[in-house]
């Protein structure tokens, strides 16, 4: 198969997006100037590019979903300087090399109120000129070390700087996106949809050894091109990165910068089938009520077309094997999410919010100290924490937290941070994975929830969450904190377009890991809340949820505890739940932000948990972390 | 057929008896009924209800296209569960009627909405003249010809023949003649004296009820039957309402579906000393009313006061027809149901298809209108827009 072309740019914020293009089967890489990168997708000569987006303006290119160069604040390379500040300028000169940051310029400056004339000159001559009422846009390097560099300024007379990131941020509360992958229409397949997610995926991850490399290219230190790369530049496009997206084409065309466009996406949908042997339902059920291990194609066959009430009896029958004193645990616990800053953009979240938006917030001490001693009060023993993945708060953050939680409050137990962040945690303070987990355990960290999991299938992570850790990571993760000692549980977050396989894949992966470890203390699974997200849910239902649910229960044979999701599926399909496999109602809700700015909005406390866990003929029992059944408190 | 899991889990829980009834096509009696609600087995017995319920109609699952029409909310009676009625029409409080040309018009706007019923139902209005009821339906027939008018309980039924010194049969005939085609089920809530001196104790009684519905039936005016369940009625009392109705339609056949109500406790009178109940009660009530009314065609989920998740999985529980697009619906809303206000077309059909089931539209008689396309058609997800 010939490979398809791709160009890019060689400037250091691409280079995350292209150097795990290197050696891809796939796509061929072609480094081009930015300009001659959009000629040579309008010619054809390649098939898709590195695209700043004003070339998207009435073409109908695919852009590749999920991916993107931008910021959420300060860019550092797309400035206006002068002499003065922008509203004493009555003409802008504009840097010629970029398209894009011309018509930001022009949007940025409108939205202050300012109307400057414009006139394009080259950026070495826009600078020198940009003295009294001039001001000149300079991109790329120079701007860079405008900013960065005081000590080496080779323009002594400007002293005024407005970064056009940040300040398109504050105009708009949202991102800017500045580049997209996007290719002539119907050339993408879903495979090199996921093969682009599979090479930013790895190049996000070498950011630190792009900067080195750059750094003995270009000068200067390592240190300043991995701040830029790590938490300058944002790589996902997530619902608020689109919607950033849209609002600058928009604007642009409204002032009649740039003509109307509609974006179109490339199929990211990996439709693939491996041939599956005969198996019959009702072997495959009575297997699976049997506690007898299924296969990949047992289940398979059983996600597919097993009947709710069929796989609910099986999984009711397993229940009453693993369970069989009829008592439904719950624990009394608080889901504190202490930021909901997040550089991963993922498409079904509708809690994460960037770095310098309106809503951002990363909560205090005083603030989380309320919500534990509420939480005490209520006779809760545990905090769930976990929060976005802010590119500030390093391992010394948590640890100090960590350790504040436990001295203030010693019977508090800390079932803290997804894999997800505990890498992103590795990550920004450059230390392998071991040690990070021994220090947050050192530090206070009791168990981890088993969140971020989604589906644990790369073709479906790749699609939904480019940016997130892979399979493979996460389960690296909870196999190293098992390997000390701690619990976890795990989740499956379904219904985002993936297929049967993939479901399957999950649960078959999780048992894997079971096997070997025996870390897993319980297993919740749940449907993608779509509202208030851009994706759009192909099975939301609760009916799927039981399904699935049940089928977990068959699945996961070496699993203890199967926790019913009442906070979005409600009490009613819950208390069915625990008729089809579950034995645990999960927490009583003090707080759960991330599923509730969803839209659901389910809400219980112990007192009607436990009505619910009666009224469905079961014996409430109040459990900590570990499942040990624990009295309930005054 | 019904599986060797259920059979299993059946003969498990002592159910093998009363699976032996049901396989064989044999009445429940009411102590049946009573085992099967305690049995606390949710998966065997919705197993034995959706077999039941796949027996009768397959893989369908009905809805219909209609609006609903509240012209009044003021009530003579004093129901202690509704949220609805207000004592007059003063703004002070909340209390409105319609005029004739307004709920008239009210219907004739849905017009391009395709609707092909409207189901009437008000409170008991102390002052509203005959005209004002029989005109309402004759305007909306004249000037909507193909429209059902599925108007007025028995209770608003009763109402009218003691107001208007008329019997029942003179009630129902000259609404007949006026256009109505067939009455909704409201106003049964718990037929049990005990209940009915306790929530509803200055309305129709159970028998007054009945009788509405036999007059109904003798002119071939089809019915629904409700049952308002999860306040202060025993289990029993449940059964022996579902009893009542069973023997009514021995002798007439006349009721086309059975309804389960949830009872709704916000702004009520006796909401406060009462939980809404489960969503497991709802699903055990579905699955003993599948098995237990053996001579009613369908069973109805009205998701608007259960809910569009639980609505769903009521498809599994014995459960065959969903209440339709529902546009307007005030009384539910008023007991504080979050649920929307009204499902389009569109979002029934995937609510249906995500069961595993087949939307079938039907019209006000339950003859099927058009069956939409084969089940599990997974509904494409749009890429990333």
């Given amino acids: 198969m010939p490979k398809l072309r791709a160009a890019a740019v060689s400037f250091l914020n691409a280079r995350p997006l292209t150097a795990g293009l290197a050696g891809s089967q796939r796509i061929e890489l072609v480094l081009a100037e930015p300009s001659a990168c959009a000629a040579m997708l309008e010619r054809g000569e390649v098939d898709l590019a590195l695209q700043p987006v004003a070339a998207l303006a009435g073409k109908d290119y695919e852009v590749v979903p999920g991916l993107a160069i931008g910021a959420d604040g300060p860019v550092q390379t797309v400035v206006l300087a002068g002499e003065n500040p922008p509203d004493a300028w009555d003409e802008v000169f504009l840097d010629t090399a970029s398209r894009t940051s011309q018509v930001l310029a022009q949007v940025v400056l409108r939205e202050m109120g300012l109307s400057p004339r414009f006139t394009p000159l080259p950026a070495e001559q826009g600078l020198e000129r940009a003295r009294g009422s001039k001001g000149a846009l300079v991109i790329g390097d120079r701007a860079f070390w405008l900013v960065e560099g005081a000590s080496r300024r080779p323009y002594p007379h400007v002293r005024q700087v407005l970064d056009l990131g940040r300040a398109w941020n504050q105009a708009t509360q949202l991102p800017m996106v500045f580049a997209v992958w996007a290719a002539r229409p119907g050339v993408l397949s879903p495979e090199d949809v996921a093969e682009l997610a599979r090479a930013a995926q790895h190049g996000l991850g070498i950011r630190t050894e792009i900067a080195t490399a750059f750094a003995r290219e270009a000068g200067g230190k390592p240190e300043t091109y991995r701040r830029y790369l790590t938490q300058r530049i944002r790589y996902g496009l997530g619902p608020y990165e689109l919607a950033g997206l849209e609002a600058f084409l928009s604007r642009a065309a409204a002032a009649g910068l740039l003509p109307p466009t509609t974006l179109r996406f490339a199929d990211d949908v990996v439709r693939t089938r491996r041939v599956r042997r005969q198996v019959s339902l009702d072997t495959a059920l009575q297997k699976g009520a049997d506690g007898e291990r299924l296969d990949a194609d047992e289940a398979e066959l059983l996600d597919e077309k097993a009947p709710l009430v069929e796989l609910g009896l099986a999984a009711d029958a397993r229940r009453r094997v693993l369970h069989p004193d009829g008592v439904v645990t719950y624990i009394v616990s608080r889901n504190v999410n202490y930021t909901n800053v997040c550089t991963t953009a993922c498409s079904f979240c509708a809690f994460y919010r960037p770095r310098g938006h309106g809503e951002a917030y990363v909560l205090g001490r005083e603030e989380l100290a309320r919500k534990i001693e509420e939480t005490i009060a209520l006779g809760g023993i545990e905090i769930l924490l976990q929060g976005g993945l802010h590119p500030d708060l390093g391992i010394e953050w948590y640890e100090d937290l960590f350790r504040w939680v436990k001295a203030s409050y010693p019977t508090i137990n800390l079932h803290a941070l997804s894999p997800e962040e505990i890498w992103h945690i590795a990550r920004v303070s450059q230390l392998p994975l071991d040690e990070t987990i021994s220090r947050l355990v050192a530090s206070g960290l009791d168990s981890i929830p088993g969140g971020g999991a989604e589906v644990l299938d790369d073709e479906v992570r790749r699609r939904i969450a480019p940016l997130k850790c892979s399979t493979d990571e996460w389960l690296t993760v909870m196999k190293a904190a098992h390997r000390k000692g701690l619990r976890s549980t795990a989740t499956l977050m379904f219904g985002v377009g993936e297929e049967s396989r993939h479901r399957v894949n999950h649960l078959l992966r999780l048992r894997e890991v079971q096997d070997e470890t025996g870390g897993f203390t319980a297993f919740i699974c749940w449907t993608f809340q779509p509202e208030n997200t851009r994706l759009t849910p192909s099975e939301n239902g609760a009916h799927a949820y039981l399904r699935v649910n049940a089928l977990s229960r068959l699945v996961l044979d070496n699993v203890p505890n199967l926790q019913a999701s009442w906070v979005t599926m409600g009490g009613g399909v819950a208390q069915a739940a625990l008729h089809m496999g579950c034995n645990d109602f999960g927490s009583v809700m003090i707080e759960e932000n991330v599923v509730s700015a969803a839209g659901t909005t389910f809400r219980m406390d112990s007192d009607e948990v436990e009505r619910h866990i009666r009224e469905a003929g079961f014996v409430p029992q109040r459990r900590n972390m570990r499942y040990e059944r624990v009295g309930r408190a005054a | ?385």
Avoid at chain 2, 96 to 117: F, H, N, P
Avoid at chain 2, 158 to 185: C, D, N
Avoid at chain 2, 188 to 212: N, S
Avoid at chain 2, 355 to 368: I, T
């Fill in chain 2, 1 to 385: 057929m019904l599986s060797k899991l259920a059979h299993r889990a059946l003969e498990r829980d002592g159910l093998g008896p009363i699976r032996d009834k049901v396989m064989e096509g044999r009445r429940l009696t009411e102590e049946e009924a009573l085992r099967l609600f305690e049995t606390r087995d949710l998966a065997a017995i919705a197993a034995l209800a959706n077999h039941v319920r796949e027996a009768r109609h397959g893989d369908l699952a009905f809805y219909n296209r209609n609006a609903h029409l509240n012209p009044t909310n003021v009530c003579v009676a004093t129901c202690k569960f509704c949220s609805f009625a207000r004592p007059d029409d003063r703004p002070a409080s909340q209390g409105y009627t319609m005029s004739l040309d307004q709920a008239v018009e009210q219907v004739l706007g849905k017009r391009s909405l395709g609707i092909t019923e409207v189901h009437i139902v008000s409170g008991l209005h102390p002052d509203l003249p005959w005209e004002y009821y029989l005109e309402l339906v004759r305007r909306i027939r004249r000037a909507w010809p193909e429209l059902h008018i599925k108007a007025y309980t028995a209770v608003e039924l009763h109402f009218f023949a003691q107001k208007f010194g008329k019997s029942h049969e003179q009630v129902l005939r000259e609404l007949q003649e006026a256009g109505l085609t067939t009455i909704p089920g409201g106003g049964a809530e718990i037929f049990a004296p005990r209940v009915r001196r306790k929530i509803c104790d200055d309305k129709a009684t159970a028998e007054e009820w009945l009788e509405v519905h036999r007059a109904a039936h003798r002119l071939g005016i089809k019915s629904n039957a409700t049952m308002l369940y999860g306040h202060v009625e025993r289990l029993d009392e449940r059964i022996d309402h579902m009893a009542r109705l069973r023997r009514l339609q021995d002798e007439t056949g006349g009721f086309q579906v059975f309804i389960p109500l949830a009872f709704h406790p916000e702004h009520n009178m006796i909401g406060k000393a009462f939980e809404k109940p489960t969503g497991y009660d709802s699903l055990r009530t579905y699955a003993v009313a599948r098995l237990f009314l053996d001579n009613f065609d369908h069973l109805k989920a009205y998701w608007v006061s259960l809910g569009e998740r639980l609505a769903q999985v009521s498809l599994s529980f014995g459960v065959d027809d969903l209440d339709g697009t529902v546009l307007e619906e005030r009384i539910y809303h008023m007991a504080g149901a979050t649920t929307p206000q009204a499902l389009s077309e569109p979002q029934l059909h995937r609510l249906i298809r995500q069961a595993g089931r087949v939307p079938a539209e039907r019209d006000s008689l339950y003859h099927v209108l058009r069956v939409h396309g084969a089940p599990g058609t997974p509904e494409r997800l749009p890429a990333t827009a």
